[in-house]
């Protein structure tokens, strides 16, 4: 029927169909926008996700161009994964690589602090006393939790005498997740906490909530443990559609919310939080409490005059056109991720969508054509509601929902996908962001 | 999501299973696809007898799959909350019992090859 040598005739056949199908794959890549030719000098401050991004993307985009980023931070976070640590599904490690990993080629990294712009001699001074001058500024820097503004609280107390605080960094949400697993063993008054300024990724402290409520019923103390959730203002969250489901899990979780909450001090050793109410001040006995600290630009950011005049004057975000991002002073500079002073957005899944705004505004003033793309207020947060289940909320700036999987995914609905992307594919898209290939 | 490349698709599995394990096991899938059609190839006929032992491995590989990406994603069946997750729980179970066929039929074949019609 057939030859003795055929088998090994096959075998080489098919070897050989599987290597060209592998090369047929790798070199099948996406097409390259032309690039635009200049020697214009582009200063970013900040490469955490939005600078980072915007390098790589730039770098593909212009040639010729001096792109020198300042950031002083020797590690990159990555941030959406603080709640994971924080609940013991994933080590401090998995949000930590270094900010030079996500760097591409042909771009500056000054590692100082950025100490002083100055928007109308076109220059950026950094700690260190260099002075750059750029002709396209991007500022990019996040921002600062104010952890001092907390009476009695500092960062040394995180992970004993029930103190969590997760936004900290990965070290200090492996320790919120040590104190938070006596609270699971032991019951007690849980407290969970949200500031009263703007805050990135407003979802967090709902989903720490919902995290330690579902841990406390994995280990059959849930009937031990009292859990308060306190509001800043008279919703659970920003946009309202989500805020009324929120509530409504929270009535099947038996978590108790209460509104016009925000800390203003705690005393660790009798264990007790004074909040801020309408009425003057509140105090609470607890055995666990998670705090969220007021959330601000950088002095550096408030200092240069960079920051709104009129709007959000105790935080000092960057003063800029909602769609666009460029500052509204100064045309020549614009602002990514937390720092911009804009309703929504201190995402990474906002950083995604601002970037591309970003890069179109400075290839076009390069170019010398007209920019197209607008960013209109989106926001993702896979809101946690137990582990093994998220609901997948993305909104607009008009609190509108903006499905990505209309009819497949819905968004007020607690799905396993949806817990699926947020625990394993989110990391995946977030470091292909920084790498500027999404 | 903005926009969903090949490329991204597949740094996602790297997330998921650790690149070494995923590439492993890539390797692996294709080795026993090419293997299955070798076997299919070289014996120019489907042995009926080692198809119905495949057929019957098909809800062990079904049971596995599923219990391998609910163990590395934290998760229990009960976290099916709508038929989106039940599509991809079944897809889940249907790949592993495709998967665990071909294995089968394919080690069968390559340790009990079928007797050579010999011509004198």
């Known amino acids: ?159 004993q005498n029930g103190i969590g605080a997760l936004y900290a960094g990965p070290d200090y949400a492996a320790k919120t997740w040590q104190a938070a697993s006596k609270f699971i063993e032991e019951g007690g008054h849980g407290v969970f906490t949200r500031p009263g300024t703007e805050m990135k990724c407003a979802g967090a402290p709902l989903k720490h909530t919902f995290l330690i409520d579902d841990r406390l019923r994995r280990a059959g103390n849930r009937g031990k443990a009292e859990i308060t959730y306190g509001a800043h203002d008279g919703a659970l969250f920003g946009v309202p559609i989500v805020s009324e489901k929120v509530r409504m899990l929270f009535l099947d979780r038996e978590i108790a919310p209460v509104y016009q909450h925000t800390v203003k001090s705690i005393d660790a050793g009798a264990k007790r939080v004074t909040f801020n109410i309408a009425e003057g001040t509140e105090e609470m006995d607890y055995d666990y409490i998670h705090l969220i600290p007021p959330q601000r630009a950088p002095e550096v950011i408030r200092q240069s005059g960079l920051s709104w005049a009129d709007k959000w004057t105790d935080q000092g975000w960057v003063e800029c056109d909602m769609a666009t991002l460029q500052h509204l002073r100064y045309p020549d500079i614009w602002a990514l991720g937390d720092v911009a002073g804009v309703p929504k957005g201190k995402t ?37 509601t137990k582990i093994g289940r998220a609901m997948l909320v993305e909104f607009d700036y008009n609190n509108n929902l903006l499905p990505s999987f209309p009819g497949i995914i819905p968004p007020l609905e607690e799905l396993w996908i949806s817990w699926l992307m947020k625990e394993v594919a989110l990391k995946a898209t977030y470091n292909a962001m920084l790498r500027g290939k999404a | 999501m ?58 062990v590989g079904a049971v596995l799959a599923v219990w391998f990406v609910m163990a590395m994603t934290h998760s229990a069946p009960s976290d099916i909350g709508g038929a989106i997750d039940v599509i991809v729980f079944l897809g889940v179970a249907a790949m592993g019992a495709i998967g665990m066929a071909i294995l089968v039929y394919t080690v069968q074949s390559l340790v009990k090859p079928p007797k050579a019609v010999t011509e004198s």
């Open chain 1, 1 to 159: 029927m057939h030859s003795p040598n055929s088998p090994a005739v096959n075998r080489r056949g098919f070897l050989g169909l599987a290597a060209s199908a592998t090369a047929l794959a790798a070199t099948s890549g996406e097409a390259r926008a032309a690039s635009v030719k200049t020697s214009a000098k582009i200063v970013i401050i900040g490469a955490g996700a939005g600078g980072t991004a915007l390098a790589n993307r730039l770098v593909e985009r212009l040639e010729g161009a001096q792109i020198t980023l300042i950031d002083p931070r020797k590690n990159h976070l990555y941030q959406p994964g603080l709640t994971l640590v924080a609940a013991g599904l994933k080590p401090a490690d998995y949000v930590v690589s270094e900010t030079t990993d996500w760097l591409p080629k042909g771009v500056t990294l000054i590692q100082e602090k950025a100490a002083v712009i100055d928007p109308v001699a076109k220059t950026v001074s950094t700690e260190g006393g260099q002075t750059l001058s750029y002709d396209f500024l991007v500022v990019a820097p996040g921002l600062i939790l104010d952890h001092d503004a907390i009476e009695g609280f500092s960062l040394d107390m995180v992970g």
């Open chain 1, 348 to 384: 990474a899944a906002s950083v995604k969508w601002q970037v591309p705004v970003v890069e179109d505004q400075i290839v076009s003033a390069i170019a010398g054509t007209t920019p197209t793309e607008t960013y209109g207020g989106y926001t993702s947060c896979p809101m946690i």
């Open chain 2, 2 to 59: 903005k926009d969903l490349t090949f490329q991204t698709l597949i740094a996602v599995f790297e997330e998921i299973f650790g690149r070494g394990l995923f590439w492993a096991m890539v390797v692996v899938a294709a080795v026993v696809t090419l293997a299955y059609l070798y076997v299919l190839i070289r014996d120019r006929a489907v042995s009926w007898r080692k198809f119905l032992w495949a057929q019957l491995s098909m809800p």
